[in-house]
């Protein structure tokens, strides 16, 4: 419910740096956070160089059970059509 149409959102799981955006984030908040998160990034390369993040874009709606396994309220009501467990 945290996550937003209006918004994007960036999440660290730990291997994964995911870009989530909703269905009504703007042109502009898409391009700042895609920025802030390539730099997130390359700051975590340094920071810990054993654990490189790869980052990935998810759409609300279309989200992977790697995003969604981070949220513990994340039920199968919420999982999308073939993506069960």
Not at 9 to 37: P, Q, T
């Amino acid at each position: 419910d945290d996550l937003d149409d209006d918004d994007i959102m960036i999440l660290d799981n730990g291997d994964l740096v995911f870009l989530w955006m909703g269905y009504h984030a703007s042109e502009v908040e898409l391009k700042l956070a895609y920025k802030a998160a390539q730099v997130y990034v390359a700051h975590m390369k340094i920071k810990e160089p054993e654990r490189p993040r790869k980052l990935v874009l998810s759409l609300k709606g279309r989200e992977s059970r790697r995003f969604t396994k981070c949220f513990h309220a994340w039920g199968k009501h919420k999982i999308p059509a073939g993506d069960e467990v």
